[in-house]
């Protein structure tokens, strides 16, 4: 087996187990603080959003300088980093004694961790360009299959056991992530010719990748990805609750109704992954982008938990392709060398949509209702599908699209 497959194998495994236990805390977050004191007056929409929105705001502002450091002194310390680091907050969070004390914690986890972009930047790293696609598909198979198991026996482990032992399981998986990559992964880093000499020079490496290709236009459509998926963060358990409020098992359906679409994700990462590298990793993404913003839609109507289960896990399929597309396309518009400063921005960029959604979502409940919330949804995917159409259908002169032409 290649060296870099490899370092993909280990980095699938890793990026399935952390993600495991960092689902597990998704579909609980909304009640843990429900039974929390908090010294404000604030609604548990309102709460709910900045438990969310604080910990993509703190990553959003860290992740950048991770990725610089990460491209001087490799990428392999960065990924224990991530892991490690959020091994140690998880555990915190079960011992929280206040809301105050949750929002705080989750500050602090966004800025040790961003597991994804540490990954991503790895792999980039040692894989092949034309590969580029397969890699990042696999590397989402870890991913999104973590996330289709752990909100599910989150959800059921926190109705049997207690919230408390859900964070402190979270803190485990992560710790075992992490141990797996330290003692799994080879990375023979060597430090790019072109970066500059001496120390860390962030805001010229920042300036670099930012003017390297149609990269702006890509980290534009990640940003608007990570808006339209985060912005049922906090409303979809408590959406979920008002359709079953007798059931007493709102956190498993929550969880069941989220593995589900990671599940259907997780089916259609790699397939989709390889067919972007024949036709084009940014048709992909067009194509994935309609799809999602017509199957939000009716999920405003659902009447009962199995509808909603239904229309999520439908799109699913959509993230499935949305998502290695965009990191693919990332990676080949970057030059070698760049990987941990191009994906450092690109978490930054997917933090600061990850900030936003949440709190459109739980304006979304309060000011309008629940339902509304999957209709904003449907209008950011409807935002990206406008972004992504520029990158498949060229300008009238006839131009080749600057997307093809570089990956």
Partial sequence: MPSWKRTLAVMVGAQFTSSLGLSFIFPILPFYIQGLRSSTNLSIEALAG????????????????????????????MVMRAMLGGAVVSGLLGFAGSVEQVIALRA????????????????????PRDRMGYAMGWLQVGLWGG????PVLGGILSDLAGFRVTFLVTAGLLALSGVSVWLGVQEPFVRAEHLPPGGLTFLRDWRRVLTTGRIAVTLLQRFLLAVGRSTMGPVLPLFVLALAPASGRAGTFTGVIVGAEFAVSTLTAVSLGRLGDRVGHARIAFASAVFATVFYIPQALAQDVWQLLVLHAVTGAALGGLIPSLSALLARQSRAGDEGCAYGIDSSVAAA???????????????????????????????????????????????????????
């Avoid at 929105?53 to 502002?61: G, N």
């Fill in 147 to 150: 996330h289709a198991a752990g």
């Fill in 50 to 77: 900045l438990v969310f929105s604080v910990q993509a705001l703190t990553m959003a502002i860290a992740s950048p300088f991770w990725g610089v450091i990460a491209d001087r002194y490799g990428r392999k310390p």
């Fill in 108 to 127: 602090l986890q966004g800025t040790l961790t961003g597991v994804v972009a540490a990954a991503s930047a790895l792999v980039a790293a040692v894989c």
């Fill in 353 to 407: 949509g990850r900030a936003v959604g949440p709190l459109l979502g739980a304006a979304c409940a309060v000011w309008f209702s629940l339902r509304v919330a999957f209709l904003a949804t449907s209008a950011v995917f409807a935002l990206l599908t406008i972004v992504a159409a520029r990158a498949v259908f060229p300008p009238r002169t006839g131009e080749t699209p600057p997307t093809e032409r570089q990956g």
